[in-house]
């Protein structure tokens, strides 16, 4: 069965400068924590100076924690695919988020610990 013809639908110009949110959900790995941010593996890069929100879940205990991006470096695979190593500062962090990563530095000292942050 083909496809409809998309340009049956309805198209708006936008003229100037328009604004809009995205929100996606990819599993990061975090490769560093600390009280103050975090170092992030992930597919694509986050723009530095931006701000996004992250949901971090730990066990049954999920926190929602504000973070602005420092710095973004590549780093190659070994298939020859690309990661980015993405250094986050928190912003804002309520007592159960603060509270969630004191339980998680605790709890998981070396690989999350580690210096190079």
Known sequence: MP???????????????????????EPLRVRNLSREGMLLESATPLAVGSVHVFQVVDGTVTARIRAAVRHVSSARQAGGGHRYLTGLEFLSLDAEAAAGIERMLREHPAPLNASGA
Not at 3 to 25: N, Y
């Open 3 to 25: 496809l409809a013809d998309r340009r049956l639908a309805s198209r708006f110009e936008i003229v100037g400068k328009s604004w809009g949110t995205l929100e996606t959900l």
